[in-house]
């Protein structure tokens, strides 16, 4: 069982940066594929990043590519999600999710292919 705690959510301007963390429990941590999704208001949960066990290849979502980057430490059992550039469509609750399947697939960019999922963190961006 995986436990996953999101934080570092806010009220920011456009344009301006936030930095996600999601802080991990279990010893296999490095064993797990981690992503990112978010949920606007009225929409579905949608796909944002993944990181393999490594750290050494990154997906993103072309909505975010060039602005958001996912990274990890499995010393910390904590994956990261930095967010540039932020927009007012980036306004969402953003969830941690862990697969641990030990690889990633075509599976990685949909909510089905994660066992374990946080609680989430609002991110709100001002025009």
């Known amino acids: 069982q995986v436990q996953l705690v999101e934080s570092g959510g806010g009220l920011v301007q456009a344009g301006d940066s936030l930095r996600l963390s999601c802080a991990a429990s279990g010893r296999t941590f490095s064993q797990y594929i981690m992503g990112w999704f978010r949920q606007a208001p009225g929409k579905e949960r949608e796909f944002v990043a993944f990181i393999n066990w490594s750290g050494k290849s990154t997906y993103y979502a072309d909505s975010v590519k060039g602005r958001f980057t996912i990274s990890r430490d499995n010393a910390k059992n904590t994956v990261a999600l930095q967010m540039n550039v932020l927009k007012p469509e980036d306004t969402a609750v953003y969830y941690c999710?862990?697969?641990?399947?030990?690889?990633?697939?075509?599976?990685?960019?949909?909510?089905?292919?994660?066992?374990?999922w946080g609680q989430g963190t609002q991110v709100t961006v001002s025009a």
């Open positions: 999710a862990a697969d641990n399947k030990g690889y990633y697939s075509g599976s990685s960019v949909y909510e089905y292919g994660y066992d374990y």
